[in-house]
């Protein structure tokens, strides 16, 4: 803690926190108890001090436009990938005609699922864009 202040309230509270630890200690040796009172003090005193945020997940929260299409959609795209290379490690006779083509499948499918994507994510950023002006 670089403020003064904080760093003396967070060293009064801990020293209330843990007070009678001494005691503790001669009258029992047993570790995890010790640790146990050492660290609820610790936690307590950082707390009152530091207060606490809740953490959220941001991953959660930007995915609102992932569904059922769009998964099935990536599944056939990742078909088509590996087909794609499951072609070329089998292909040892020289003929490129079906790699060519299961290369087109894959870049088709590809092309299929970005629009798709793109699309999903412009729906629900007008229907958020909705909800905040209906709001006003």
Known sequence: MQDEGERNKFKCGLKENISGLDELCMKELDLENVWQNVK????HAATEVCGVSKRKNERKNNTLWWDDEIRMEV???KRAWLNLLATKAGNSSGTNDDIER???VFRHL???V???VERKKQERTDKNDRRISDNL
Do not use: F, I, S, T
């Open 102 to 104: 299961k290369k087109a």
């Open 75 to 77: 599944e056939a795209k």
């Open 114 to 116: 970005k629009e798709v």
């Open 110 to 112: 590809n092309k299929r």
């Open 40 to 43: 609820k003090g610790l936690v």
